[in-house]
């Protein structure tokens, strides 16, 4: 179904989305949702916990209904869609991700932070073994410059990615960083590359279009910007911006925003904004779903969120640190 699109689409809002809704997707709306955007001939479809395979947990939350349960329901339900899947190694392991294929999840994610590409090994050499399509994650990109990104990516090429994604996970990147980190991998890997943005700044749509403009060819949207922080690049948004382009997606534009408006909207807990909480995730330059915890963090210990963000941020605390939100607001409460 890939031959003759100029990009191919990801939808994250099953994924990256759960996070917002503090996973607590249902088979009932997995299944409506996989329905529209199969409808829309959405290539590919995540789903999972917000954090990947194994991530329902005290310490990342636990999801309301159990994530093989809700790729089971998309698998039967998609016709045209792929669905796929993430895990970071150390919450997710092999026999995560063995199960996710038997159930009928063709593509994985594999995940890690933007200096730790050599965890990956094991998990993309057995996903290629399974015949999964297998991507290497490259998550907090903003944390490294050009060399290392590139020289971490390369590791990932070299396990068998097929193909290696920048994923600004913090909403941090301004778009001439994003073009010039895109254009560096793709002179220097022979696979695709991908982009995964987040509107913590505002500049998903920008950002994303510039990552095209530079030579990725995987991109990440996610319906109704539904995702951690502000959300991701707006799938629907993104499929108009590209027809008006002139490149091929293979979306069908009016199904998808029907998608949005009658499908993905209601479910929204609130509204996907940029709010004070949100900016101050790309500002400081945090992962993204660290802005539920800093929220009740805050409450709990009468601190402002954005003070425990911009400290956190400037711990360089990356994805995994969550025990760290606490400890952090408890610090700053004493210092009151």
């Given amino acids: 179904m890939n031959e003759d699109l100029d990009v191919i689409i990801t939808e994250v809002a099953l994924r990256d989305g759960s996070h ?7 088979e009932e709306q997995v299944r409506d949702v996989v329905r529209a955007l199969d409808q829309a001939r959405v290539p590919y479809i995540e789903v999972s916990h917000g954090d990947g395979l194994g ?5 990342y939350g636990l999801s309301k ?11 039967e339900t998609a016709e045209y869609s792929k669905i796929g899947v993430l895990l970071l190694p150390g919450i997710g392991t092999l026999h995560e991700l063995k199960r996710a294929h038997a159930l009928g999840a063709s593509l994985v994610r594999v995940a890690t932070h933007v200096t730790e590409a050599d ?3 094991q998990h993309i050499q057995e996903a290629r073994k399974l015949g999964m399509t297998t991507i290497g994650f490259l998550m907090m990109a903003h944390m490294a410059p050009v060399d290392k990104l590139v020289e971490q990516a390369k590791l990932m090429e070299s396990y068998g990615a097929q193909a290696v994604y920048m994923t600004d996970s913090a909403g941090a990147l301004l778009p001439q960083q994003v073009y010039e980190r895109i254009s560096a991998l793709k002179s220097a890997l022979s696979v695709e590359v991908g982009f995964h943005a987040h509107n913590n700044l505002g500049l998903a749509m920008g950002n994303t279009l510039e990552a095209i403009r530079a030579g990725a060819t995987r991109i990440d949207g996610s319906i109704r910007a539904l995702g951690a922080g ?26 998808i925003m029907d998608a949005a408006e009658a499908v993905v909207a209601p479910l929204l ?3 996907q904004e940029i709010t004070k909480e949100s900016l101050t995730l790309g500002y400081a330059g945090v992962y993204s779903s660290f802005r539920l915890h800093a929220q009740r963090a805050g409450e709990k210990y009468g601190i402002d ?3 425990i963000l911009i400290e956190l941020g400037r711990q360089k ?10 400890d952090t607001a408890k610090k700053l409460m004493e210092k009151k």
């Fill in 20 to 26: 917002a809704v503090k996973h607590s997707f249902t």
């Fill in 55 to 59: 991530g329902s947990t005290l310490q």
């Fill in 65 to 75: 209904v159990d994530e093989f349960k809700l790729i089971q329901a998309a698998v």
């Fill in 119 to 121: 965890v990956s090994a």
């Fill in 230 to 255: 502000a959300g991701n690049t707006q799938t629907e948004v993104l499929v108009a911006a590209l027809e008006k382009m002139g490149v091929k997606t293979g979306i069908d534009l009016y199904k």
């Fill in 269 to 271: 807990q609130v509204p």
């Fill in 305 to 307: 969120p954005r003070d």
């Fill in 317 to 326: 605390v990356v994805g995994g640190q969550e025990d760290m939100i606490i």
